[in-house]
C-alpha cells in the first residue's frame, strides 16, 4: 500500500519501520494463511490504522485483535537499563481506549477488538486460538516476552511476527527478550529499520 497517502499519526513508529511492518502484513495475506492479526502494545493506533487499510485494499476480514494497559509503560525491569534509554518511564504512552477508538471513527475505519489489559493478566479466551500475523510494540523486555510467550504457541505454520525496537540502544530488553524467548526453539529471524521479522523454521 502507499503509506505516504495517510497520516502516521504518532511518532511512535518510522515510515521505514511501518513500511516493513506492513509489507510482512501484505507477504502474510497473500500466502493465504488464516489465523487472526493481533498488535501487543497498540497504544493510540498509529501502525493498528494502517494494518486495517491494508486489510481493507486486501478485502480481508479476518479478526483483528489489539492489545494495551491504556495505562502506558508499566515500570521497567534490569534488563531494560540503558544510559541512553532514561527516558522511558513507567505510565509514560498512556492513551485511553476511548482515544484509540476515536481515531478509527475519524478515519472512517472499522476498528480492530481492543482489549484493555496488563499482558501478563491475558488469558486463553482474550487471544484467537491461530494467529497468522502479529506486530509487537511493548518496548520492554517483559512485555516482549510475555508477548512472544502468548503469540508463538498460537502463530500458524506460515505466520509472521514482527517486533519493534529490535538493535535499538535505548530498549535493549527487546531483543533480550527475543534472545531469552527463542533460545532453543527453531525460528528464522531477519530485520530491517529496527524490525525483527520472525518465522517458523522447519528445514
Ligand atoms: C511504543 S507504544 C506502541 C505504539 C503503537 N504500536 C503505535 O503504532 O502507535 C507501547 C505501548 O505498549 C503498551 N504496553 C507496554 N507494555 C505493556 C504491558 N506489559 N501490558 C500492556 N500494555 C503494555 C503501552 O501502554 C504503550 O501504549
Redesign the pocket.
Known sequence: MNINLYPII?D??SKPALTVVLSELEKMLDSKTTGAIV?L???????SLFIRRVMNENKDNRPFHV???F????PKSTQDSSAAGIDFKAGE?AVSKKQFMEQFRRAHLEPPIAHKA???NLTDADLPDHIAFAFL????Y??IL?SLQLVWPRLDNDGIITIDDYHRETLPGVERAILDFFQGKSYRLSYAHNIAVIRKDFS
Do not use: N, R, V
Not at 497498540?42 to 501502525?47: N, R
Not at 510494540?137 to 520492554?140: A, E, L, R, S
Open positions: 504518532s511512535q513508529i498488535e502494545g497498540c497504544y493510540i493506533g498509529t501502525t492489545y494495551d494497559s495505562e502506558g509503560l508499566p504512552l496488563w499482558f501478563s510494540d511493548g518496548d520492554f517483559e512485555s510475555t
